[in-house]
């Protein structure tokens, strides 16, 4: 009788402006787990009927010279378990994203990669380019998505649903392979663009702009794979020309976008097609 004249009391007690939002108990099967590690978020969307699942990422953005390279990713639930030497590209060795690179080609249900060239980020920016590049590289996977997760920001006008993910290559399976393979396939186009301008040292620093870089585009000038909508390109002058006089091999064949057929597109030029 008391316990319930004391629930009463404290019902009769609460006022309209004393009522608190009680909030669901969260789904256990929905929520990730720290244990998983980087399949956390797979596995729980693959249990909420949400499989397969894309990842997006590009690598080369803050490049002022060569491509952007931005890929799409999807695997299997059931083959997630296997992956072993995943990882965000930037912490990997260059060895180790190689091999990586092979897992993901040996594991995914579907990759695609998109390469954009500089020309193309200077006529339309490089957000644009970035954006329109993830669209490109999800629409063209063999499989269709369920669900969608990208690296940083949202991006409108996928089609499937997606999250957006602060570090998402730290954190998801899908969204780390993604940026392996768009780094060691944008890593093997400035390796073969290095055969063509060696004075630059592509493949040393990727197009980047260290030291070494700069004091090569301030001796050389900007070459036809410079970004020339950048501040640290456009305002280098070749001896005494006009900053957008092209210096270097105009005559040099532009890096070509290759199809293998099942949605698969790599770039490549005839320079240089090594593993």
């Not at 072993?84 to 579907?110: N, W």
């Not at 644009?128 to 997760?149: F, H, S, W």
């Amino acid at each position: 009788m008391l316990v319930r004249d004391a629930a009463q009391t404290a019902v009769q007690d609460v006022g309209p402006g004393d009522a608190m939002a009680v909030l669901p108990a969260r789904h256990p099967g929905y929520t990730p787990r720290s244990a998983a590690g980087l399949i956390a978020y797979e596995r729980v969307l693959a249990r909420a009927g949400l499989s397969p699942v894309a990842g997006i990422d590009e690598a080369g953005r803050g490049a002022c010279a060569g491509p952007l390279v931005v890929a799409a990713v999807a695997f299997e639930p059931r083959r997630l378990s296997g992956l072993h030497g995943i990882a965000d590209s930037k912490a990997l060795t260059a060895k180790a994203r190689e091999k990586a690179y092979d897992e993901v080609m040996a594991t995914a249900l579907a990759w695609h990669a998109v390469v954009i060239p500089s020309t193309e980020i200077d006529q339309l920016g490089l957000h644009v380019c970035n954006i329109a590049g993830m669209r490109r590289a999800l629409a063209g996977l063999a499989c269709q998505p369920a669900y969608v997760l990208t690296d940083g920001f949202a991006v409108r006008g996928l089609g499937v649903p997606a999250l957006a993910m602060w570090k998402g290559d730290e954190v998801a399976a899908c969204v780390a392979a993604a940026s392996v393979v768009a780094k060691v396939t944008r890593d093997r186009i400035m390796r073969d663009l290095h055969l063509r301008y060696p004075e630059y040292g592509f493949a040393r620093h990727k197009g980047y702009s260290t030291p070494a870089h700069m004091r090569a585009l301030g001796a050389h000038g900007p070459c036809p794979e410079h970004r020339r909508s950048f501040v640290n390109v456009g305002s280098v002058t070749c001896s005494d020309k006009d900053p957008q006089v092209v210096c270097g091999d105009p005559g040099g064949d532009p890096v070509s976008v290759v199809e293998d057929g099942l949605g698969h597109e790599a770039a490549w030029s005839d320079a240089s097609q090594e593993n």
